[in-house]
């Protein structure tokens, strides 16, 4: 997708935060958008800042995102970009965990990024013409954090999920990234509210009080990561690369990389072993 003018993107979780960071950022390369958020009022702002079409849905019921499916082909005819980004978190210790609030992690964080490929990805490959599918995950998808048991089991599997449709999409010249980020000033620190009654007054980390939090007038700072976006749309094109930015303090990113291959001789591995480089809050770290 070495162009972006002219392009129809759908963003989950696009009314604030890094969805609509993101979304910023592509209405300025000339992106047809669709947001969905599951709160009306910020959606709202956001579709009336952008020219943005919204459709209030919660990404855990399938049945939700598929109508959002339809919405955005019936409106535009086709989708190129599909950003499942709405995620959750409730903090403490795994030991501490009600079941509902593993099955509202889990719901929000795996299924629903789920559900949108499966809304989503048939489509996108019947109508040809290639396109990017993007994950938000996160650096606790890449290293076990005290305190977010269930949000880290999320995020490793969709850290999964998009390494192997990086695989499978090859063919069908759609690209496939996953955004692991540590801190970034989002509303996820006050996620609860938007989850079932029983979680109402649950403890967050002391942290995110602080640093996970957005306003009207305090967007998430990723101007330097949509920049990297950008760049990792068009790159990984050409590579077909899953790359997994890490950006620090303020939102600026650190290297990201993309993959390679090399042949190997190995008689169980008769493919190409692929070298995926990713950076972690403890420095790079390589995987075969």
């Not at 999320?154 to 999409?169: D, I, N, R, S, T």
């Not at 002391?206 to 949509?226: E, G, K, L, V």
């Not at 950008?230 to 990113?253: E, K, L, N």
Request: proline content about 7%; some cysteine.
């Amino acid at each position: 997708m070495e162009q972006l003018r002219g392009r129809t993107a759908v963003i989950t979780g696009g009314a604030s935060g890094i969805g609509l960071a993101t979304a910023r950022l592509l209405v300025a390369e000339g992106v047809s958008l669709v947001l969905t958020d599951i709160e009306q009022g910020p959606l709202d702002a956001a579709c009336a800042e952008l020219g943005a079409v919204g459709v209030v849905a919660d990404v855990s019921d399938l049945a939700a995102v598929q109508t959002l499916a339809d919405t955005a082909f019936e409106r535009f005819g086709r989708v190129d970009i599909l950003f499942n980004n709405a995620g959750v978190a409730v903090g403490g210790p795994i030991a501490e965990m009600t079941h509902a609030d593993w099955r509202w992690v889990i719901d929000v964080d795996l299924w629903g990024p789920i559900h949108g490929v499966e809304a989503f990805l048939p489509r996108m490959i019947a109508q040809g013409g290639g396109g990017h599918v993007l994950f938000t995950a996160s650096f606790a998808g890449l290293v076990p954090n005290v305190g977010l048991g269930p949000y880290c089991v999320a995020k490793y599997g969709v850290v999964a999920l998009a390494e192997v449709l990086q695989k499978e999409l090859r063919p069908h010249d759609i690209g496939v990234s996953v955004l692991c980020p540590m801190r970034v000033a989002t509303n996820i620190g006050h996620s609860n509210g938007t989850g079932p009654p029983s979680l109402a007054g649950r403890r967050r980390p002391p942290a995110w009080r602080t640093r996970a939090r957005t306003t009207p007038t305090r967007p998430a700072r990723c101007s330097t990561w949509t920049t990297w976006l950008r760049r990792w749309w068009r790159r990984s094109d050409r590579t077909g690369s899953t790359s997994c930015p890490t950006p620090r303090a303020g939102g600026s990113c650190s290297a990201a990389s993309s993959a390679s291959t090399a042949p190997t001789t190995r008689p169980d591995r008769p493919e190409p072993a692929q070298r995926v480089v990713r950076s972690s809050p403890f420095g790079r770290w390589s995987r075969r």
